[in-house]
């Protein structure tokens, strides 16, 4: 687990790490989260014996924020293949619908990074729509580079397949 406990952001949003109690309510966010973008989602239930693993084995890095939590980031490790670092992927981030555009996701977002760091990674990455042009203004401002808008580089694409 990352060591951010009740780290205060510049915003005044508290952010923290999610331990095993807080499972349920990160797999409650999670679901919310994927409902609103109608994708496929486990059940409450699986969700949260799943994070309780992954917290568990260090495997996911989970922070919440707000009080009650209204967002979270969930930030995956892996040993960078070029370097002594880690790489970090910010799997998700989102924030609840009626609480956007009051600094959490910035506050959150900051902590990941932060937490990336502390953990030793050198490197972190991240997927979003192409339409969901507040979350791209939120990367962008953050330092993210939009690899499909290079000038002196060829486009970067993601792709994924079910297995």
């Known amino acids: ?36 973008y109608d994708e496929p989602t486990p059940a409450v239930e699986t969700l949260t014996e799943r994070l309780c693993e992954l917290i568990v084995a260090s495997e996911a ?27 970090a992927y910010l799997e998700e981030l989102y924030v609840a619908p009626d609480r956007r555009g009051e600094g959490l996701g910035r506050a959150l977002l900051d902590a990941a990074l932060d937490a990336s760091r502390e953990i030793g990674a ?32 060829p486009a970067m694409l993601f792709y994924e397949r079910d297995l």
């Open 1 to 36: 687990m990352i060591g951010v406990a009740g780290m205060r952001c510049p915003s005044q949003h508290t952010v923290r790490p999610a331990t095993v109690a807080d499972a349920p309510e990160v797999a409650r966010l999670l679901r919310d989260f994927n409902d609103e």
């Open 61 to 87: 890095t989970v922070l919440l924020g707000g009080a009650p939590p209204v967002g979270l980031a969930v930030i995956r490790f892996r040993p960078s293949l070029y370097t002594r670092s880690l790489d």
């Open 122 to 153: 050198g490197w972190i990455h991240l997927g979003t729509s192409v339409d969901d042009t507040k979350a791209r203004g939120l990367y962008e401002s953050s330092g993210f580079t939009n690899l499909e808008r290079q000038p002196d580089g």
